[in-house]
């Protein structure tokens, strides 16, 4: 069997869990052309904390991390098992780098479900939740990344979940399937990296556009994680989904698939 792929989706608003637009359509059509990993390895936005961690829980609880939506999100469910073997191999493999093994403070939350719930609707296929050290730089997650490249030969999905551009002071409601010039410029920008260069994705830090494309970085380490994984090894790296959204969101999702 061929390696599994590691993907970065940008998840946009968690309402993309009940609605069917062409991102949506994307990443069910994306997880309709694999074969069905045996785990699934995620790196969310919105478990962003001062240490590494991975969830190792047999049954995730499934997290509603947002407010305003309506009652039907927060209803939404997403059952999907956890895999405490799983967990372990990745802080194995992340040595030296210390992963925390976490059994009771986490699960799923909605950078993870929002996806998965198109993907794999079934929610049948464990998953394990990777955290962003927020201490620590884009430099230390694209090498993290890479130390999860062997997952890939282990029918393990791995899938970074945040968005290139994510600005919600700056969210446009009547652009809803525009961006601002700037978020357009640095999609681009980082789409000529991520294809070509995937191990210089810290330039992007140096573009005149990143302060307002990336005014916290949670959103944006998710891609670092998969940019580390592609620079590791020989790989080919493309989209599958492209643009921005309400102006100041970038919807832009990659795959990158190993070349053996």
Not at 96 to 116: K, Y
């Amino acid at each position: 069997m061929s390696a599994m792929p590691a993907l970065f989706i940008g998840h946009g608003s968690p309402m993309n869990t009940l609605a069917t637009n062409r991102y949506t359509t994307a990443w069910a059509e994306m997880a309709a052309s694999l074969p069905t990993p045996r785990a699934i390895v995620a790196i969310s936005a919105h478990w962003y904390i001062n240490a590494s961690a991975v969830t190792s829980m047999a049954v995730p609880r499934v997290i509603h991390d947002f407010y305003g939506f309506p009652q039907e999100l927060f209803d939404f469910d997403y059952p999907a098992p956890g895999s405490p073997d799983l967990a372990r191999q990745v802080a194995a493999i992340a040595q030296p780098e210390i992963v925390h093994l976490d059994d009771e403070t986490w699960g799923i939350d909605h950078g993870t479900w929002s996806v998965l719930a198109k993907m794999y609707p079934a929610a049948d296929v464990p998953v394990v939740q990777l955290a962003i050290d927020a201490s620590k730089p884009l430099s230390y997650h694209m090498d993290l990344g890479a130390r999860l490249a062997p997952l890939l030969d282990d029918d393990v999905l791995i899938v970074g979940s945040g968005n290139v551009v994510h600005n919600l002071r700056m969210v446009a409601w009547d652009r809803e399937a525009q961006g601002y010039d700037w978020a357009q410029r640095f999609d681009d920008d980082v789409r000529r990296i991520m294809t070509t260069h995937p191990d210089r994705l810290t330039e992007a830090a140096s573009s005149d556009d990143f302060h307002l494309a990336v005014p916290t970085p949670d959103h944006f380490y998710p891609l670092a994680y998969i940019a580390g994984l592609a620079a590791s090894t020989t790989t080919t790296v493309g989209t599958f989904a492209e643009g921005c959204t309400l102006g100041s969101l970038s919807m832009t999702s990659y795959r990158v698939d190993k070349i053996r």
